[in-house]
């Protein structure tokens, strides 16, 4: 299982990249796209909405089942990956290199306690 070391994670399987903008880019695990099976349909939540941590706001689609998908901090919805809702087998391909939407923190102190690669390989069993 692919567990980049320069990002974070939340156990529900969202992975979490700071940006220099100050912005978080946010996709689902390899380990996540693998459970789930072949993607059919994604649906990405609206720029300028508002979230708090841990609420659904994205879901993803398979040919085994649907899945919510989880703001990992409070904050504002700034972008969506509009070429992976045309396209969602591209996150079956590379999970890592296809995010899902852009996310500007409420506090950027709140990324912090997020897992780590460690971490999040523990949480699904493969340390």
């Known amino acids: ?12 399987h969202e992975w979490i990249r700071n940006e220099s903008d100050g912005t978080l880019t946010i996709g689902i695990t390899d380990h996540a796209q693998e459970a789930l ?3 059919v349909f ?8 508002k979230v708090k941590a841990g609420e659904a706001c994205a879901v993803v ?3 085994k089942a649907a899945s919510d998908i989880y703001a990992p901090v409070s904050g ?13 087998e ?6 890592y290199g296809h995010w899902l939407y852009k996310l500007r923190p409420e506090n950027v102190a709140d990324v912090a306690p997020l897992l780590d690669a460690a971490a999040y390989a523990a949480v699904v069993g493969e340390e």
């Open 1 to 12: 299982m692919n567990v980049p070391t320069d990002l974070k994670y939340t156990a529900s």
């Open 37 to 39: 099976g072949d993607l």
């Open 42 to 49: 994604i649906e990405l939540p609206v720029v300028g909405r």
């Open 61 to 63: 689609e398979s040919v």
């Open 76 to 88: 504002e919805i700034t972008a969506g990956n509009e070429q992976i809702v045309a396209s969602p």
């Open 90 to 95: 591209m996150v079956n391909a590379d999970a």
